[in-house]
């Protein structure tokens, strides 16, 4: 999978990588990234942000620590966000989260948007960037059909999963949402700038 994520993602990301650039571009302070994947957002980082990024896969680990390469303002750990937590070498608190097409993968996300909560400052934002279960019927249903097939061979991916709503229930607040299409409406996504609820 990793060696073919760059080449699979390269025509999602013509929609994908303003988004991302909106907002990874205002990050401050420390920052945790969830599910790095190959790095495609470090450099995008500006470059006074400390970055700790975490990646659970091997191949794609090593694909990250490679696009970190000039970035000493990045480190990277082969971890899941399940192992955040009182992780030694990782502040107590962060300034940002962010969660890009992740919260689809990671085996159980209600506890994943749980962590997000507890290891971000009261005044810290997560920042979200998710496909999600399509809202058209023909295309959820389509995706409700596919999602058994499709996930086996992309990693776990979900077709059918609604990160915006696991996240209100988690206890997050949009400050900023921006539902849109991937090019097609069989792939809806979309980006959340989120506060904790007080
Ligand atoms: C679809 S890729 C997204 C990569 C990157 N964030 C991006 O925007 O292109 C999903 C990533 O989530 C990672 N992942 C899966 N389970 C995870 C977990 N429990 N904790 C953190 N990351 C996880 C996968 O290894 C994979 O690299």
């Not at 790095?39 to 659970?56: K, W």
């Not at 009182?86 to 097409?101: C, R, Y």
């Amino acid at each position: 999978m990793a060696a073919f994520y760059d080449p699979f993602m390269s025509s999602l990301e013509k929609v994908l990588t303003g988004h991302r650039q909106k907002l990874l571009q205002n990050t401050s302070g420390i920052v945790l990234e969830v599910g790095a994947g190959t790095g495609v957002n470090f450099s995008l980082y500006p470059d006074n942000v400390e970055v700790f990024a975490i990646e659970p896969s091997v191949p794609m680990y090593k694909r990250a620590v490679k696009a970190a390469a000039n970035r000493p303002n990045i480190k990277i750990f082969n971890i899941g966000i399940e192992a955040v937590k009182n992780h030694q070498e990782f502040p107590d608190k962060f300034d940002f989260v962010t969660s890009m097409l992740v919260l689809c993968t990671v085996p159980d996300p209600q506890l994943a948007a749980h962590i997000y909560r507890d290891v971000l400052k009261d005044d810290g934002q997560l920042l979200v960037l998710e496909h999600i279960h399509a809202t058209g019927r023909l295309y959820g249903k389509l995706q409700s059909f596919v999602n058994p097939l499709w996930r086996p061979i992309a990693d776990g991916c979900n077709l059918t999963r609604r990160q915006d709503w696991i996240l209100k229930n988690a206890g997050f607040k949009p400050i900023f949402e921006n539902y849109f299409s991937l090019g097609t409406d069989w792939y809806e996504a979309v980006m959340i700038v989120e506060s904790k609820m007080k």
